[in-house]
Each structure stands twice: as C-alpha cells, then as structure tokens.
C-alpha cells in the first residue's frame, strides 16, 4: 500500500515538472491583417506581458507555400528585409514595402523562467496595396451597325484588383441595371465594371463616338487609356448589289467572248497550225537523221 501512494506521489511531481517544463504564453498583435501602400511602410506589432529581466528570444518567419523562411533571426534581419527592417520592441517596421513583402507572418517567442521555458507566438497577415498602371485598350475603329461589338479594357499591375469605367465623348457610361436612369437612359450595351468589358449586341450609328477607359482601385491615382474612335456605319446593301451585278457582267461577256471565238473557228485554226508546224518539225528531224546514217 505505501510503494502504491509513493508511485502515485512519483508520477504526480513528474506531471507538475512536465507541465512547467514547457508551458504556452499569450502573445498579442495590435493588427492581425496590416495593409500597406507600396513603397511606404508597415509594422508588425507581437507584444509580450514579460518581466523585463526575463530572457527572451525573438524569431520572426514567413510562411509561404513553398515552406517556412526565416526573417529576424539570431538578432538579425535576413533575405530581403536585410537593410529594410528594424525591431520596434518585438515587433518589426518594414521600410519601401514592394508587393513581394505581402504573406504571412508569424512571430515567436520563447523565455526562460524558473518554471522552466514558455513559448508563444502569433501570426499577421501582410497585403501590399499597389496603385493601377495604364490599362490596355482595345476599341475596334469601325463596326456595321445590328452587329456584336466589344471593347475591352485591363490592367494586371493593381492590388487590390482594379474596377473599370468606360467614358464616350468624355462622358461616364452608365452601368446597365435595368432600373433608375440606367433604364431610362434606354442603354444598349451592357459594361462590366469587374472584367473591363463593354459589349454591344446590336450596335447602332448612334455608338460613334470616341472611346476611352480608366482603371482604379482606390490606391494612388487612376490610371486611362489613350482615346480611340469607333466609326459605326450602315451596311451597303446597294453597293453590294452593284458589285454582284457588276461580276455578273464580267462573267457574262467572258462567257458570249468564249463562245463567239468557237463559232468563228478561231480554236480550231490555231489546233491547225499547231498540227501542221509538228509535221513540218517532224519531216526535217527524219531527213537529218537520214543524212547522218549516210
């Protein structure tokens, strides 16, 4: 009975040891997901309730799909952040942030205490917001009116991504929604203000005019396109008439030209005269061929 309790008493001052061996802190961010401008600057709070005269370690990492990096290691910075980054306490301040700084963070911290060593970390999101470069446009400079048309605007250099909004003649097209001054405006195109498109399915004369888009993501200045016109003009139907007519004619005369050439015998002459040159070519090959065997 007493080599039980003295088992039980072994086994529970090993569980106390165990658990004060190794044991979690509690480490806070004043800002979980930080957002910054490109070329300016972000912080990563990590904030610890250590005493001051504890030892403390400090590691920053980033988290990435191709694996964990070290960032803030053995009291300093490496890769990129080399030269960029200071300590702000545990924390870190990024200075000229580009958009390869965006990922996930996680910052770790271990101290020693009689207990014995406390671990604690926390992760922060980073998202570098960049401004949106000039668009690419594409506007076709003539179209036949009752076809399909469509404009096409995009830039691929924004983050977050950019939101498009076509102008005509320097005023903003409205955004089909089929109530409110949109549906009295009588719309006929349709423009998608998230993929940059302006469609047309019957486009009409009234749709001449001079195009251009602008790109915008709420970060720095937006951005447009140069001006392009589109030219939207009747189908000929007469024109196309005359032209049918007009090789029509061709075809016809060729035709009366070929067979008032066989009525008047002018083929057979000339397959004649073809026959009677071979026989005159022939008769002086043989008499030379004769010559010679003499």
């Known amino acids: ?66 694996g964990v990096s070290f960032v803030y290691y053995n009291g300093e910075f490496t890769g990129d ?19 390869k700084d965006s990922g996930t963070y996680r910052c770790e911290i271990s101290a020693k205490s009689e207990e014995g060593q406390r671990l604690g970390e926390a992760t922060i999101t980073l998202t570098v917001l960049v401004a949106p470069t000039t668009p690419v446009c594409e506007v076709p400079s003539s179209a036949m009116t009752g076809t399909v048309v469509e404009l096409s605007c995009k830039e691929t250099e924004g983050s977050p991504p950019s939101e498009y909004q076509w102008y005509k003649n320097g005023v903003a097209l409205l955004e089909k929604t089929g109530t409110g001054s949109a549906r009295a ?86 397959s004649s005269s073809q026959k009677t040159n071979y026989r005159s070519t022939s008769e002086k090959d043989f008499k030379h061929t004769k010559s010679f065997v003499i």
């Open 1 to 66: 009975m007493a080599s039980r309790s003295l088992r039980l008493l072994l086994f529970g001052y090993l569980g106390v040891l165990s658990y004060c061996r190794v044991s979690g802190i509690s480490i806070e961010t004043d800002n979980k997901n930080v957002k910054a401008e490109e070329f300016k600057e972000a912080i990563l709070s990590c904030k610890h309730k250590f005493s001051k005269g504890m030892s403390l370690r400090i590691e920053w990492k980033k988290i990435q799909s191709q």
């Open 81 to 99: 952040l080399r030269g960029r980054a200071e300590m702000l306490n545990t924390g870190i301040r990024i200075r000229n942030v580009t958009r």
């Open 185 to 270: 405006a009588n719309i006929t195109y349709t423009m998608n203000k998230k993929s940059g498109t302006l469609l047309f399915n019957t486009v009409t004369k009234n749709d001449t005019g001079e195009y251009f888009c602008e790109a915008s993501n709420g970060i720095g200045l937006s951005q447009k396109c140069s001006v392009k016109r589109m030219q939207v003009d009747d189908l000929n139907v007469s024109g196309i008439i005359a032209a049918v007519v007009f090789v029509a004619l061709v075809m016809a005369l060729c035709g009366l030209g070929v067979f008032y050439a066989q009525k008047k015998g002018y083929f057979t002459k000339q």
